[in-house]
């Protein structure tokens, strides 16, 4: 029996070793990821997940990926989540002196230029792809893929991170000039829903900016509130609402 035990013991702490080098647990913080900016008829609504990942262990499930730049500018982060959190802080930081020496905010095309400038000086060590988008009342709203490189293009919309594959076709198909803005964010809620249920590093809630001259709207759409797709499960608080479910009945004598 000790040699039983022994043995069980040994096969359990070689398939733990096993499984730590298999989820990487040692690699970087990544945001495999899905970021959406889109443009409407009076401003710009940004979309994105929230699953950080660590190899394929999910190191946060409610990470916030849509960042303040300034009051009217926010940006999308994919990529690296050290890459993408140390661009945002520089620009953050340069955006305030600009602000302190113009006397007025900085424009959405000046913010976006800036995370270029950053994202091109250091292409060879950083890992992010970023969507900046804003409102401003020299152009309204205006969104700039930054992907990685540091190439900047100005789209109606764009979409980064690993979920992006899935939704080229969507939104070639989904998006149209002039829409409003509640049929802008529900574009952006459903593309991401959408790449959750097919993207493994994309999960968890979606959280939705819209930002326009009235200001900023943040909201929120809990995991469990989503729609489902094609052979997605009904998702469940734990292992005991699966083994609770309703099965056959015991046989009795």
């Known amino acids: 029996a000790r040699a039983l035990s022994l043995s069980l013991s040994l096969a359990l702490l070689n398939l733990t070793v096993a499984m730590d080098q298999d989820l990487n647990l040692n690699d ?41 730049l300034t009051d009217n500018v926010y940006i999308c ?23 302190i020496q113009m006397g007025q905010p900085a424009t959405v095309k000046v913010t976006a230029n800036l995370v270029r400038q950053i994202s091109y000086n250091n292409k060879n060590m950083l890992e992010t792809g970023l969507i900046v988008g804003g409102w401003d009342k020299y152009e309204g709203g205006k969104i700039y893929g930054i992907p990685l ?15 992006s594959s899935y939704l080229y076709g969507f939104f070639d198909q989904a998006w149209r000039e002039g829409m409003t803005k509640d049929e802008a964010e529900q574009l952006v809620v459903k593309a991401v829903s959408l790449a959750i249920a097919r993207d493994g590093a994309s999960g968890g809630v979606v959280r939705t900016v819209i930002i326009n001259a009235e200001g900023v709207t943040r909201n929120f759409y809990a995991g469990d509130k989503l729609p489902l797709w094609h052979e997605e499960l009904e998702p469940v608080n734990s292992l005991l609402d699966i083994l609770g479910a309703s099965g056959p009945e015991p046989m009795s004598t």
């Open 77 to 99: 982060r994919s990529g690296s989540a050290a890459d993408s959190q140390i661009v945002s802080d520089y620009v953050r930081y340069f955006l305030h002196q600009h602000t």
């Open 149 to 163: 490189g540091g190439t900047i293009i100005e789209q109606p919309f764009a979409i980064g991170g690993s979920g």
């Open 28 to 68: 970087p913080h990544s945001m495999g990821t899905t970021i959406i900016g889109v443009t409407y008829n009076g401003g710009v609504v940004l979309g994105a997940d929230s699953r950080t990942s660590t190899g394929m262990y999910v190191a946060n499930r409610a990470s916030d990926k849509i960042t303040q």
